[in-house]
């Protein structure tokens, strides 16, 4: 039976049986059915995710029953809408402020890659700021994109473990500045499809 | 002694499941502090001051002063429940007035130097 | 073709050369005039009692798609009183600093604008009390974004702007004014102030 606080997760290392499988069942249950969202709404998917907050499509049914506008009482970053460069420091700190267990969802083709937003203020992706767990694209995505991004969330909650010591770890920004490693913002970054051949400046 | 029985099973379940929740929450986090969750929230922004601001002593005076005219209330609604039955000083109901009029006037003579010292004064 | 509006009259016969040329556009006048002389312009169409233009509604730049044209100041004007528009336009040619005069002593307005503009492509006005960027932050090193110039994603690579974004102290591009604060500094608690005026005075910034 789990019993002193173990060095790393709280509870004690121990072989998976049936006893941390239960375990593990029974807070993963609770924790994905009650994910408190810190909503961080920026632009046009805020609309969409108050839209999903509200009665027709009712995100309390599954849990989300209170948006926490502090991190403190959230598990859940949905940041929703196109992240300036001038923005990517507050939300970062949000995101730290956040305690473990935290999950991130990204709502919207601005948080997940910078949308149509490939210009001098706007980041590429949030997953350059603090790291995400579910993408959920769409300009902006229904209601029911979002339940359905939520619910894949839930699904991979569902999935882990108390007892997996790399899986609550907290990836800090570096003493240079940066979350990602440059190449890999670069890359991520880099313009794709249409949006290759606007790199002109007449 | 056994009308209390369910009562105390109750007091001893509420006990247990409190302990059990806090305790079991604490077992299972994932305790990572780092220096940036530690300060206080700003909205994302670098905090400016601390949160050990100065308040304005008007707030504890009215405080003060309800809880001791609050507690004369209290004081009142029994005597007004029984006022009926009372019989004191031999004047029946009007012995029960005088004296809660006594009680009455002993806590106004403080209100009215609350009243003169400017403690109710909001601004 | 609509008349164009009196005040253009008015003005030629005023300041004769300054005026350069007017036309029509779309319903609106738009007069041209020297960029030397533009103050005394546009404060005869404020203070004139025949003019009265008491709003100023907008002040922009423009920098057209063929480099041979100049860059516009756009000055449009309102008369609420006579409930007339007019549109002022100067051209700075691209050879030369671009340097205008600034209308902050005439419309309290034009003191953000302005610095929109000086932001955004790079015109100096000559008197403003506070001529630092607005939009971009305080100490954005790419250059001026909307001038044609200026590629569409910035100067400097991805991976440097988010590590700018992710090192700025945010408060440092804050000055009392802005934080709303100037009045309360007496009352300020010392270590906020002492706080503040760090942040003011030898704030980080980006690097």
């Known amino acids: 039976m789990p019993g002193a606080e173990g060095a790393d997760t709280g509870v004690v290392q121990s072989s998976p049986n049936w006893l941390t499988t239960r375990l593990d069942a029974l807070v993963n ?3 994905t059915n009650s994910l408190w969202p810190m909503p961080f709404g920026t632009a046009c998917c805020a609309i969409e995710m108050m839209s999903a ?11 989300m029953e209170r948006m926490a506008f502090s991190p403190r009482q959230s598990d859940v970053l949905i940041c929703a809408g196109r992240l300036p460069y001038k923005l990517a420091p507050v939300i970062r700190r949000v995101w730290d402020q956040m305690p473990q267990p935290k999950w991130c969802i990204s709502m919207g083709a601005c948080a997940s890659t910078g949308g149509i937003f490939d ?12 790291p995400v767990d579910v993408y959920v694209p769409g300009c902006p995505p229904r209601p029911e994109g979002l339940i359905y991004g ?9 999935g882990e473990s108390v007892f997996d010591a790399g899986l609550r770890v907290e990836h800090l920004v570096d003493e240079r500045g940066l979350f990602l490693e440059p190449k890999v913002v670069d890359e991520i970054s880099e313009p ?9 400046s007449a | 002694m056994r009308a209390y029985v369910p009562l105390l099973m ?8 409190a302990v059990m929740m806090v305790a079991l929450s604490h077992l299972l986090q994932a305790n990572r502090p780092t220096k940036v969750k530690a300060q206080p929230y700003e909205s994302g922004m670098p905090n400016l001051g601390t949160a050990h601001e100065r308040f304005d002593v008007k707030f504890y005076l009215v405080g003060v002063i309800f809880i001791v005219f609050d507690i004369e209330v209290v004081f009142m609604m029994p005597w007004a429940i029984a006022f009926r039955q009372l019989d004191l000083f031999g004047l029946g109901m009007l012995g029960a007035l005088i004296e809660m009029g006594v009680f009455v006037l002993i806590l106004a003579v403080g209100y009215v130097y609350v009243y003169k010292r400017g403690a109710l004064e909001w601004t | 073709m609509t008349p164009a509006n009196p005040s253009v009259a008015t003005l030629q016969a005023r300041f004769g050369a300054a005026v350069r040329r007017a036309e029509v556009s779309c319903g609106d006048t738009i007069v041209y005039v020297d960029p030397a002389r533009v103050h005394e312009v546009l404060a005869f169409l404020k203070d004139d009692a025949g003019e009265r233009y008491d709003y100023l509604a907008d002040l922009t730049a423009v920098e057209y798609r063929d480099r041979e044209r100049p860059l516009e100041v756009v000055w449009q004007l309102w008369s609420i009183v006579r409930k007339v528009p007019l549109r002022v336009k100067a051209e700075l040619p691209k050879n030369r600093p671009l340097e205008i ?13 302005e ?10 006005f000559a008197g403003h009390p506070d001529l630092r960027r607005i939009l971009m932050w305080e100490n954005y090193a790419e250059g001026h974004p909307l001038r044609k110039d200026f590629p569409l994603r910035g100067r400097f690579s991805r991976s440097e702007q988010v590590r700018q974004a992710l090192t700025s102290d945010l408060e440092a591009h804050y000055s009392f004014e802005e934080l709303s604060i100037k009045g309360a500094a007496p009352y300020l608690p010392a270590n906020v102030r002492r706080d503040v005026e760090e942040h003011v005075h030898h704030g980080r910034g980006r690097a």
């Open chain 1, 29 to 31: 249950w609770s924790r």
């Open chain 1, 53 to 63: 907050f509200a009665s027709r499509f009712d995100l309390a049914r599954f849990g």
């Open chain 1, 119 to 130: 210009t001098y203020t706007m980041v590429q992706g949030i997953d350059n700021i603090v």
């Open chain 1, 150 to 158: 939520l619910m894949l969330l839930q699904k991979k909650i569902r």
């Open chain 1, 192 to 200: 794709f499809g249409n949006s290759v051949a606007q790199t002109r």
């Open chain 2, 10 to 17: 109750l007091i001893g379940f509420v006990a247990f499941n």
């Open chain 3, 101 to 113: 005069a600034t209308v902050t002593d005439l419309w309290q307005g034009a003191n953000w604008m």
């Open chain 3, 115 to 124: 610095r929109e503009v000086w932001d955004m492509f790079g015109v100096r």
